[in-house]
């Protein structure tokens, strides 16, 4: 009898030890987040953990040399020979202090993507003098301050190197990269007076992308209509605000992993938006990106088809916009670690390269990976390596060391490849990271 009862006591007690451990297995751990699908958990976030991987370690490189790596590129890109490496460009000063651009110089102009990116990078570099320099030519030669002006509250987002407006609307991947570097640069290094408040001018911003009023006005291309930067109803960025257009978008331009960021320390009234549009970016990737190849168009409509604008229809094409949108869903799941489709693109993304050649690929691909020439580009491997951020197959450290293996541009094309390869050095370094203000919390 007393046996019997220690035998059903036993398997009571394995029979709860199963429950729980079912029960366990079924919800997070601390530090842990459930995987969409296959119930598979992974490590949180860097936004939540604050370690952000330094893959070139990974892939064998010690960690001295990595970082002698990049402020050697940083050298080259802002301060090197100004007739064949630098791309950042002193200008003297005003009443607020020195002014630089960032020159396209292919194209020879200005445009509010590098602006943004030049200060991105100068706050993950720590380097205020070169952030403040570029901000303040940027509010001084490309912002619109006038109310009655279409693109007013935003930036032209392609001038001359004397400031003046080549196309006056803005592109808005600039306005966002605007918002979030300031946002970090309140955060590193404290708030200022005037035009170095950053904060102030991040949320002034911000408020603008969401809840600007039509206005329609004179512009160098005409009279125009113009809304604001984000469509209310699908949650997603506008591939511009000029109304004739605005009922698209492009891959390169959903930021989800800035969304997130905006939904805890932006204006509180609009915080719920940002999490919906971060989520609607992510759903839009799995959308947009081909279901073998992983390559996402230039351009594309709001339900995730391609979209051959009339004046360009190759942008329905895999092309220079596009090769950007593995770095923002890749930044996405590395910071936030939210929805487990990225891994399977990033996986995707790099099967394909691979199989097109890793050393010899092109750069322009119609969707389903038709080659459409263009070589192979610094810019493109450079993001390319950043989709190794959400890869978790061995081949995405192949793609980290086709980066290293690559000199900081120089010539002609050194501001689309430089840039985008020094923005891939900051993230695959871990070096590209939060700076979260105080009082903040992810």
């Known amino acids: 009898m007393l046996q019997t009862s220690h035998r059903v006591l036993r398997a009571c007690v394995l029979l709860l030890s199963a429950f729980l451990l079912s029960s366990c297995a079924g919800h997070p751990q601390p530090g842990e987040s459930q995987a969409a699908g296959d119930g598979a958990t992974t490590r949180a976030g860097a936004a939540h953990t604050g370690e952000y991987p330094n893959l070139f370690v990974e892939a064998g490189y ?8 990049i402020e050697a590129a940083f050298a080259q890109l802002f301060h090197g020979d100004p007739d064949s490496e630098a791309v950042y460009y002193e200008a003297g000063g005003n ?16 445009r509010s993507e590098g602006m943004s990116y030049g200060m991105m990078i100068a706050v993950q570099m720590d380097r205020k003098r070169e952030f403040d320099a570029i901000w303040n030519w940027a509010l001084t030669h490309m912002y619109h301050d006038d109310p009655g002006h279409p693109a007013y509250g935003y930036f032209a987002w392609s001038v001359r190197t004397d400031g003046t407006a080549i196309d006056e609307m803005p592109a808005p991947d600039g306005e966002e990269y605007f918002i979030t570097a300031l946002y970090f ?4 290094w404290g708030d ?15 408020h603008h992308v969401l809840h600007r009023e039509p206005v329609t006005g004179p512009t160098n291309r005409g009279t125009m209509t113009a809304v604001n930067l984000f469509d209310r109803d699908t949650r997603m960025v506008r591939f511009t605000p000029d109304v004739e257009n605005a009922g698209h978008t492009d891959a390169s331009y959903h930021l989800p992993a800035f969304y997130e960021l905006w939904a805890r320390v932006g204006p509180e009234a609009d915080r719920a938006f940002w999490r919906e549009a971060a989520a609607a970016s992510r759903d839009y990737f799995a959308r947009a990106a081909h279901p ?8 594309g409509n709001f339900d995730g088809t391609p979209w051959a604008a009339p004046w360009r229809p190759e942008a329905a094409d895999f092309r220079y916009d596009a090769w950007r949108t593995a770095m923002n869903w890749s930044m996405d799941w590395s910071w936030w670690r939210a929805d487990p489709r990225q891994v399977e693109l990033s996986n995707r993304l790099q099967a394909f390269f691979l199989d097109q050649g890793l050393d010899d690929h092109q750069s322009l691909y119609s969707l389903d990976g038709q080659p459409l020439g263009g ?24 793609f980290v060391r086709a980066l290293w293996d690559l000199p900081v541009p120089t010539g002609q094309y050194r501001y689309y490849d430089g840039m985008l390869q020094m923005m891939a050095l900051l993230h695959l370094s871990g070096r590209y990271r939060i700076w979260w203000p105080p009082g903040t919390a992810p």
Do not use: K
Request: hydrophobic share 35%; charged share 30%; no cysteine.
């Open 292 to 299: 073998r190849t992983g390559l996402t168009p230039d351009y």
């Open 62 to 69: 010690p960690r001295d040399v990595v970082d002698a790596r």
């Open 375 to 398: 070589g192979r580009t610094t810019a493109l491997v450079a993001m390319n390596a950043t989709a190794s951020l959400a890869a978790d197959h061995p081949r995405r450290l192949d």
């Open 185 to 188: 640069a309140s955060a590193r």
């Open 95 to 110: 009443e607020h202090g020195p002014l630089a651009y960032i020159h396209d110089v292919n194209s020879d102009d200005v």
């Open 192 to 206: 200022g007076e005037g035009r170095y408040d950053y904060r102030a001018h991040a949320d002034r911003l911000l």
